[in-house]
């Protein structure tokens, strides 16, 4: 049996729609009237939070390399277990093939 999606997609037209009409859930005023010590308090009491630290001064942004088109020919058995684990299958073989250069790369260092 399927599992249902709940993923609702809108368009930035329908939300400020939605929003006009009062029908988000957001307390946008509440939010806005919240001290930096009470989001503090309601950051620290979130169990999704717990134990999380963001040092935002050694962040940095790093874009995705871009991919290269390959044409392969690889053994059916293969390409079949990962097309079996769904979408995403191509991203998972680049996964392996990666943790694979990386090993290899780490094991000629030494």
Avoid: C
Wanted: net charge negative; glycine share 6%; aromatic share 6%.
């Amino acid at each position: 049996m399927a599992r249902k999606e709940r993923i609702v997609k809108h368009t930035d037209e329908e939300l400020r729609a939605m929003q006009a009409r009062g029908e988000d859930k957001s307390d946008w005023t509440g939010a806005a009237a919240m001290t930096e010590a009470e989001i503090e308090a309601g950051i620290a009491t979130d169990p999704d939070e717990a134990g999380m630290v963001v040092d935002w001064a050694q962040a940095s942004v790093e874009l995705p390399q871009p991919k290269a088109v390959l044409n392969m020919r690889i053994d059916s058995d293969v390409l079949e277990f990962f097309r079996r684990q769904g979408k995403g299958y191509q991203t998972k073989i680049n996964a392996v093939l990666r943790s694979y250069v990386e090993q290899m790369l780490h094991h000629d260092r030494r």
